[in-house]
């Protein structure tokens, strides 16, 4: 149960970080939040299930960007 909760809390460190800066790479994920590279994995994985980021490979890195989100009102 303990997991599942720090996983929760470092996906809620990555979304706002990559809505504030937008697309960042795994390597900067990590740096930028302090955090490691499993704990960075496990976080994107959970936002990428929930369908909240998109992740692309670009010069044989991987990256990760906010999902773009169309809301409709009434």
Same mark, same amino acid.
């Given at each position: !149960? ?7 809390l470092n ?7 990559? %809505? $504030? &800066?937008?697309?960042?790479? !795994? ?22 299930? $929930? %369908? &909240?980021?998109?992740?692309?490979? &670009? ?10 989100v $169309?809301?409709?009102?009434?």
């Open positions: !149960m303990m997991e599942k909760t720090r996983i929760g996906a809620g460190k990555v979304w706002r970080i990559l %809505n $504030e &800066k937008g697309e960042l790479s !795994m390597f900067d994920l990590c740096r930028d939040l302090g955090l490691t590279f499993e704990d960075v994995a496990l976080a994107v994985g959970w936002l990428v299930r $929930e %369908n &909240k980021l998109l992740l692309r490979k &670009k010069e044989g890195m991987l990256f990760a960007s906010i999902e773009d $169309e809301f409709t009102f009434g």
